[in-house]
């Protein structure tokens, strides 16, 4: 009997949609399916901001989504806790020494964030470290928020929801929120929005270094002065990707990222053909969105299923649309539909949509709750 083909997994976010998805095609005599993460929870990052800001809901206690239902009971497929830190070629190896095998790989490890999003992998230091974000924003008179992109929108929506008198900044490099992606329409009305809840915006400005103790004076690229109890850095994350260094440096792009080709693919420098990447670390000129991961998912499935039988990947990924819907506290926000001649989506619909429930119910469906 040929011996089983091996799928490991790499990251538990994007990564345990495709091992859902993958699972009742595997046939137990011939595949095994691992799918490893670093901690043992999801944690959907939709939902975060709010967590950060408020106990309010305890949200956390149902946006950390436990991995142990990813599979169902009989399918193949299981689930390691454990930090890749090497990758070679048939194996994967983990801080705990461990070495798993692949035929195939898929690498899912997404993005790194900084500040109050560097939650640590132990889900009683992350509520440590959430508990003791709650308490700074609590307290904090005035906050500075550094990047004007969706999670620094979505962060000063929160704060203003929960903290009203807390003077609320954004400063921003670009004349607009957000960026080129949308329509100025769309950054206009967010900012419109944001002002109207008292959040003060300082637009095609910088603040170039963030005071390490969190709370103290800048003074910004055009000369404002700015005070501030705590400083939010929201300048966008890095690829996950430092484990990959000597696995093959010739697939990793100057930001890190990682290149595919559109079957996505790794085009790795031994000629092999049998790792696939997916999710925010993808090389790949488009947002990083949550709803991506699926569309990844959507071309990496067949193009896996096809290998695993012998035949050549041939389902290649285009970036669709760009939608968005930023929220502005739990009743505010704002959508973008390029769709037709381009669907705006007002506060109540936005609201409805998103900032009430943050897709947290959804999200616990996706993954067995
Ligand atoms: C605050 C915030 C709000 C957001 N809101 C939205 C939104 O409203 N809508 C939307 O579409 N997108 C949103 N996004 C973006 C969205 O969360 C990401 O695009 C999405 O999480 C990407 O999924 P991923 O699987 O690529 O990576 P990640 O979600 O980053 O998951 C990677 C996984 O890999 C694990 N991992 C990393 N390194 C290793 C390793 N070495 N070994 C083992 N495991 C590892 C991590 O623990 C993690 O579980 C938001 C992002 C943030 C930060």
Redesign the pocket.
């Known amino acids: 009997m040929a011996p089983k083909k091996n799928i490991v997994i790499?990251?538990?976010?994007?990564?345990a949609g495709l091992a859902r998805a993958l699972s009742p095609s595997l046939d137990a005599s011939k595949h095994t399916l691992t799918l490893?993460?670093?901690?043992a929870f999801?944690?959907?990052?939709?939902a975060?901001?709010r967590v950060n800001v408020t106990s309010d809901g305890h949200l956390e206690d149902r946006a950390w989504v436990p991995l142990d239902k990813i599979f169902a009971p009989g399918k193949v497929g299981k689930v390691k806790i454990?930090?890749?830190?090497k990758v070679v070629d048939g194996a994967v190896e983990?801080e705990s020494g461990e070495t798993v095998p692949y035929d195939f790989l898929v690498l899912?490890?997404?993005?790194?964030?900084e500040g109050f999003?560097d939650y640590p992998?132990d889900r009683s230091e992350a509520v440590k470290l959430v508990n003791s974000w709650r308490q700074k924003f609590a307290n904090a008179g005035e906050v500075v928020i550094v990047g004007g992109g969706?999670?620094g929108i979505?962060t000063a929506g929160e704060i203003a929801d929960f903290y009203p008198s807390t003077t609320v900044h954004i400063v921003h490099a670009q004349p607009l929120l957000l960026n080129d992606t949308y329509p100025a329409k769309v950054r206009k009305a967010i900012a419109s929005q944001l002002e109207s809840k008292g959040v003060k915006l300082h637009l095609g400005d910088l603040v170039t270094e963030i005071p390490a103790t969190e709370s103290g004076t800048v003074v910004t690229k055009k000369g404002v002065r700015l005070s501030a109890d705590l400083f939010i850095p929201a300048r966008g994350?890095r690829p996950?990707t430092a484990?990959l260094k000597s696995f093959d440096p010739t697939i990793l792009a100057e930001s890190g990222g990682v290149k595919v080709h559109p079957t996505l693919q790794v085009p790795l420098a031994n000629g092999k053909t049998n790792v696939f990447a997916?999710?925010?670390?993808i090389e790949w000129n488009e947002q990083?969105?949550?709803?991506?991961?699926a569309a990844h998912t959507a071309v990496i499935l067949p193009n896996l299923l096809s290998a695993l039988n012998g035949g050549k990947p041939t389902k290649e990924y285009k970036t669709g649309a760009e939608p968005i819907?930023?929220?502005i506290g739990r009743k505010g926000g704002y959508g973008y539909l390029p769709f037709l001649w381009g669907i705006s989506l007002g506060s109540w619909v936005s609201s409805t949509m998103?900032s009430k429930g943050?897709?947290i119910d959804k999200t616990r469906e996706s993954f067995g709750y």
Do not use: C, Q
């Not at 490893?36 to 901690?39: A, E, G, L, P």
């Not at 990083?288 to 991961?293: N, S």
């Open positions: 790499v990251g538990g976010a994007g990564g490893i993460n670093d901690r999801y944690i959907h990052y939709p975060m901001l454990g930090t890749v830190t983990l899912a490890t997404g993005s790194k964030w999003l992998i969706s999670v979505e994350p996950n484990y997916l999710g925010d670390i990083k969105m949550l709803f991506k991961t819907i930023v929220t998103k943050l897709f």
